[in-house]
């Protein structure tokens, strides 16, 4: 008999409890007035447009491929930006790919190739880059993938 009246008891318990704090945690009318609801930020006018192929950077050391880096790029760009991004892809391609290069040869792969920092002046470049190719509509790169295989 108790094993049925104790759950009914708990609920009643924890409801009386509720509405109690309710009650007792309710704005008084003179907060109420002044309170405002959060002012939510806009999402940023921003969209991005990923890269087709991958991007494949050789590794050269003593005359010889010592590792390949493989990276998956997009752009973010302007809202509508993204059909300019495909249009111009092969020049942007051809510029990522000189950045990506001369990053290779000054030993920025070597090592602990994926440091915040490393990674960060990687960007950077690309950016630079991306906009002479792009102009104002691009505003960042994103390194969705990177990895270093060794031969």
Do not use: C, W
Not at 38 to 44: A, C, K, L, Q
């Amino acid at each position: 008999m108790i094993a049925k009246i104790l759950p009914i008891i708990l609920v009643l318990v924890g409801l009386g409890a509720g509405i109690g704090a309710g009650i007792a945690l309710r704005p008084t009318e003179e907060h109420s007035e002044i309170v405002e609801a959060p002012v939510e930020e806009t999402p940023s006018a921003t969209e991005f447009a990923k890269l087709n192929n991958q991007f494949v950077v050789p590794v050269v050391e003593d005359g010889r491929v010592a590792s390949l880096v493989i990276m998956s790029l997009s752009v973010e760009v302007s809202i509508g930006g993204t059909e300019t991004v495909y249009l111009q892809e092969p020049k942007l391609r051809d510029a990522l790919l000189q950045v990506l290069f001369d990053h290779a040869n000054a030993g920025g792969f070597k090592g602990v190739f994926t440091d915040g920092a490393n990674l960060t002046l990687l960007r950077h470049a690309l950016l630079e880059v991306t906009q002479k190719v792009l102009g104002e509509i691009a505003h960042g790169i994103l390194i969705s993938d990177i990895a270093r295989q060794d031969t």
